[in-house]
């Protein structure tokens, strides 16, 4: 549906964005990762039409889009803050682009109680934007973004401006209400939790390139490089001797790099793996958080079940989580 070959966006002597190609096909989410200043919100808006192209081309069902005004494209954009019109209600708001269609008023009237009912807030006609929370407002503002049925809606950061737990909440919600509308999406985000939460397909980016894309578990598992793999959140990883003797205890073959997860070493009284002495315990609402040293590897993040008396100078034995790493592939000239 959407495809971007070789996009390239320069300010003077500054690339932006790299030579980017991706593809995202019709009802899917993608989600573009990335550290800020990484390039991926002038990606988004160069799609938007927002920014010119210094090289390569955008389509949509193979029309090329050059010389395509952004209010011709047909796309609608969402960003984080809403930017909701604070003196309009809630149906107004979302009415707002049916009006400047000139919609007839009972087509106008029904659209938005089917967009209020789609995304939870069915009821919420008459209140103000200052009335609701940071939640009910992003979904006042995903209601009006779907109202003129776009044929791709542009995500920028949507949740970031939300606390943890409700970011966790709507970026389910928002996942079944676009999938529910058929919507394509293009989601850019820093956030790994949010693009796996909302996403079907990922595409990572850094220094204004896209280094890895795929389906959202495949990039999840298999990170291009050891730089992608710690921003994906993995929070170690170990080369060499070290990484042999992890990949053992594993039982996988040996490997020069292995990434790990926080939880993929588990404290296990029965476990015949790796044998370590803890360093330091934090207990958090669901683990004991372990930093552990091991001889021949040396430290390591590691997990204990809540309740486990783990204490700084304990020996423990680790059991490994084969679902909790990665193994790397080689590095060139390395």
């Known amino acids: 549906m959407l495809s971007l070959r070789g996009v390239s966006v320069r300010y003077g002597d500054t690339v932006a964005v790299d030579e980017v190609s991706l593809d995202l096909a019709a009802g ?9 200043g990484c390039g991926k919100s002038t990606l988004l808006r160069a799609v938007a039409g927002l920014e010119p192209l210094s090289g390569g081309s955008i389509s949509v069902d193979d029309a090329d889009l050059a010389g395509v005004p952004t209010h011709k494209r047909g796309f609608a954009l969402m960003f984080q803050d809403g930017q909701l019109f604070a003196h309009l209600t809630v149906a107004r708001n979302v009415a707002y682009a049916l009006r400047l269609r000139r919609t007839p008023s009972a087509r106008l009237a029904a659209r938005v109680r089917e967009l209020l009912e789609l995304v939870g807030l069915s009821g ?37 401006a939300l606390d943890a737990t409700l970011r966790e909440r709507l970026a389910a919600d928002l996942r079944e209400i676009l999938h529910a509308a058929g919507t394509t999406a ?33 990039v999840w598992r298999e990170p291009v490089d050891e730089e992608t793999a710690l921003f ?12 042999s003797e992890v990949l053992d205890a594993a039982g996988l073959p040996a490997a020069p790099a292995v990434a790990l997860r926080r939880s993929a070493l588990v404290a296990d009284g029965a476990a015949r793996g790796i044998r370590a002495r803890v360093e330091s315990a934090r207990v958090t609402p669901e683990q004991v958080r372990l930093v552990v040293h091991a001889d021949g ?11 486990s008396r783990v204490s700084p100078g304990d020996e423990v034995a680790l059991r490994v989580d084969v679902t909790r790493l990665a193994v790397l592939p080689i590095t060139p000239g390395a």
Do not use: K
């Open 124 to 160: 919420y006609d008459d209140r103000l934007p200052g009335t609701l929370s940071g939640g009910e407002r992003q979904r006042v503002a995903l209601a009006r973004a779907l109202a003129v049925e776009p044929r791709l809606i542009l995500l920028d950061e949507p949740l970031s």
């Open 297 to 307: 590897i040396g430290r390591l993040d590691a997990v204990a079940p809540l309740g």
């Open 232 to 243: 994906l959140g993995y929070a170690r990883v170990v080369r060499g001797e070290a990484a």
């Open 186 to 218: 293009l989601l850019v985000t820093h956030d790994h939790d949010e693009a796996f939460a909302l996403a079907d397909r990922l595409a990572v980016m850094r220094d204004g390139r896209v280094v890895q894309s795929g389906e959202i578990d495949e």
């Open 28 to 36: 899917q989410v993608l989600a573009v990762l990335g550290p800020s």
